[in-house]
């Protein structure tokens, strides 16, 4: 009896474990979408909970606290987008420059990057919130570096070729910056084209 108990046990588990797993992801899903949409002053929990079709209480069961559920929304979104640029070259293909610096700078100029954006300026006013959107963006940036540098073919062994890399990404940056307020479309291709050749000066 014991042992069919045990069984039992395990196969009602396991729907319980994908349910918990996929209201996580709802919540992570419906966190991003309002800061994005709302900033951080309209993101509550309650309002996040009620796009994700889950009560209050479930979503505290998994993220006690506000800060940590926008911290991780924020991070989930960004593994996701590292996932999706891999995918984009699979490893064993090549890509021409441009293409790949069109890539990077796109990861600033969808949703994520104007929710991580209203991450930080609350991070700026919040003592609670700040280690923790500290800690997070030092490690996606050190993800999204590690990235370029492979999809680049570059070499930081040779002299400036980091700062080179990382120059990129600050101007992908200060792209998506500009795309907030208006559609920088054109513009942000041409840079995007004199970058890839700028790019294939240096690298080589």
């Not at 889950?54 to 991070?75: K, N, Y």
Request: proline fraction near 3%; include cysteine; charged fraction near 25%.
């Amino acid at each position: 009896m014991g042992a069919v108990s045990t069984v039992g046990d395990r196969v009602e588990r396991t729907p319980k474990q994908d349910r918990s797993r996929a209201t996580r992801q709802r919540l992570l899903e419906a966190a991003v979408a309002c800061l994005a949409e709302h900033g951080w002053a309209g993101s509550t929990v309650s309002v996040v909970a009620e796009r994700a079709g889950v009560s209050r209480g479930a979503a505290q069961h998994h993220f006690p606290t506000r800060e940590d559920l926008f911290t991780a929304a924020v991070e989930y979104v960004a593994e996701e987008r590292s996932t999706a640029l891999r995918a984009l070259f699979p490893q064993g293909t090549t890509a021409d420059r441009r293409t790949v610096v069109a890539a990077l700078v796109d990861l600033y100029t969808g949703p994520l990057f104007r929710a991580a954006l209203h991450l930080w300026v609350a991070a700026s006013n919040e003592d609670q919130l700040r280690p923790n959107v500290t800690e997070l963006e030092a490690r996606v940036g050190r993800e999204t570096h590690r990235i370029a540098v492979e999809l680049l073919g570059a070499d930081e062994s040779m002299p400036g070729v980091r700062e080179t890399v990382q120059g990129l990404l600050d101007m992908a940056r200060g792209l998506g910056l500009a795309n907030l307020l208006t559609d920088d479309a054109g513009r942000r291709e041409r840079v995007v084209a004199q970058w890839a050749v700028l790019l294939d000066d240096a690298l080589g």
